[in-house]
């Protein structure tokens, strides 16, 4: 990564318009003002008509809330807005997540093949509602309620790139750790390994697992994805303590690249992966 990527990555996670109260969360809460008062509601009877409160619609207009995707469907609906709400739906959902992870969020949602290393936790593709609440719950300093909803819902809208057609080749690498870890605890942990195996079944997603027992595992560095992009390029990241970086420099990715396929020669066959993950639940 060349000294202009780092810079930029900073400047990315320092931008203001990545808070609520600013950029298009801020133009979307004007907007949505607009037409409210052109269609003659007041805030109360259009709460109610979406079944939200007058004080939750007054936190969106005002850019103070990042309004969820139903209530833009809806509120786009009531006020006959034609399209003009819900076509600010995708840039307003990407406020919901923390900002080192928009840019990733953004090219997931179009990759056409993901390939990713998973060290901590479940990667959040694969998470059940509540092993992604438990993570969220368990963070530090704690987050407000509603940045967790927001955060969870962020997270579940991230799953529909398993309903996309034509469907991205998805590969998952996971260190046994992460599926021995209880987090939300045991039924929690239990319902996750049952969706790792499921989603694992897709023709396009293939789940290997890692076993603590390797001598040999190419990847200590730590974890890493790998994103085909939609116009034929191969780009990188990883994350750690809230920090990102988003790799562009090509034999850099190379490297990672190398390093993700011998991962995979090392770790168990999506085969027995299947074993290993059916054998852990009964544990469980």
Partial sequence: MTVRDEESAAQRQQRPEDEPG???????????KLLRV????ERAEFGKRLGYSADT?????QGRRIPQARFIEKADEVLGAGGVLTALKE??????????????????????????????????LLQTEDYARAVFHMQRPLLEDDVIEQRL???????????????????????EAVLRRPIGGRKVMREALEQVLLTGQSRNVEVQ????DREDNAALGGPFSLIDTDNGKRLAYAEVQDHSRL???AAYVRTLEARYG??????????????????LMGDT
């Fill in 38 to 41: 052109r269609a003659g509601l």
């Fill in 153 to 175: 819902e962020a997270r579940m809208v991230r799953q529909e790139i398993f309903r996309r057609r034509p469907a991205p080749l998805m590969s998952f690498v996971i260190e």
């Fill in 91 to 124: 840039e307003v959902g990407r406020a919901q997540y923390p900002a080192f992870f928009r840019d990733m969020a953004r090219l997931e949602a179009r990759a056409t093949a993901l390939n990713v290393y998973a060290l901590y936790a479940v990667p959040g």
């Fill in 209 to 212: 697992v890692m076993p603590i």
């Fill in 262 to 279: 011998i991962l995979r020669s090392q770790a168990l066959t999506p085969s027995e992966s299947v074993a290993f993950i059916e054998q």
């Fill in 57 to 61: 619609v007054a936190s969106i207009e």
């Fill in 247 to 249: 790799y562009t420099d």
């Fill in 22 to 32: 600013t950029g298009v969360v801020t133009a979307f809460g004007r907007q949505l």
